[in-house]
């Protein structure tokens, strides 16, 4: 799409992401304006949004941790803070992608991978060692009466089965590593479950500091 365009969010763009952010979740409280307006305080480069002309049609949210103390367990709720970003830490090697969501009238249309492709730009400019996630895994309901959330995932790995979330990450590159249950609670598609995924940064160089804030610029 030619008048697709990326860039960071500002705030004034906080109520058209909000609407979209109903639109996409309909059984999903959405962000409030301050939630959002804390996301951009604490990390502005890590916002980005989608316009096709002026029209705000999606959006990725992330944030800076330590991985290693998270590896382990969590939910969105606790790694995110509820979504305040407030264990935003710039002293981290990996971006956490929190969320992204493309307007349901353009999915396929590459909107989410030039998300993507904004979030790897800004693993890149960082020198950060990876991109993880916790993705959504809508499709699973339809199974979750047959199979485990983990074999579900398996599958569509192996391509027996298509998700609208995961089958997207795995074609932008990123790695299945195991499922989280209890993720998102809320996310009654997924059954609460989340897919852990990773994208290594290909450039991370160890021998240079990894966060360089005041020379990462928008896209
Ligand atoms: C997941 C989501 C962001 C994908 O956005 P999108 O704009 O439709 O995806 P794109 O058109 O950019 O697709 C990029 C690639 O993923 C592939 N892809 C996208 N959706 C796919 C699907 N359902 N099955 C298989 N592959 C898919 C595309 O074919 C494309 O691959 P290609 O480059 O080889 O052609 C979008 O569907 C969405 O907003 N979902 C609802 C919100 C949500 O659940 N977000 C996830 C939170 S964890």
Same mark, same amino acid.
């Given at each position: ?23 996409? &979740? ?25 316009? &096709? ?21 969590? $939910? ?7 979504? *305040? ?8 090697? *990996?971006? &956490? ?45 339809? &199974? ?6 983990? $074999? ?27 499922? =989280? ?15 852990? =995924? ?22």
């Amino acid at each position: 799409m030619t008048d697709l365009t990326v860039r960071n969010t500002r705030e004034t763009d906080i109520p058209a992401l909000i609407d979209l952010q109903r639109r996409v &979740y309909p059984t999903i409280a959405p962000w409030t304006e301050s939630r959002v307006r804390q996301q951009l305080d604490v990390f502005p480069q890590g916002q980005f949004l989608a316009l &096709y002309g002026e029209r705000v049609v999606g959006c990725a949210s992330s944030m800076v941790i330590r991985w290693d103390e998270w590896s382990t367990e969590h $939910t969105w709720k606790e790694i995110t803070t509820s979504g *305040t970003f407030d264990n935003h830490d710039p002293d981290g090697r *990996t971006l &956490y992608g929190a969320e992204v969501f493309v307007d349901p009238k353009l999915r396929g249309r590459r909107v989410g991978h030039r998300l993507y492709e904004a979030r790897r730009g800004l693993c890149r400019r960082a020198n950060l060692r990876r991109i993880i996630a916790c993705g959504r895994l809508p499709g699973y309901h339809h &199974y979750a009466q047959q199979i485990s959330a983990e $074999t579900y995932a398996k599958k569509v790995v192996w391509g027996d089965i298509n998700d609208p979330v995961l089958s997207f990450q795995l074609s932008e590159g990123f790695r299945y590593c195991g499922v =989280i249950e209890g993720y998102l609670p809320e996310d009654a598609e997924s059954c609460s479950a989340a897919s852990l =995924i990773v994208w290594i940064n290909p450039h991370f160089d160890s021998s240079r500091p990894t966060w360089a804030i005041a020379k990462v610029q928008d896209p």
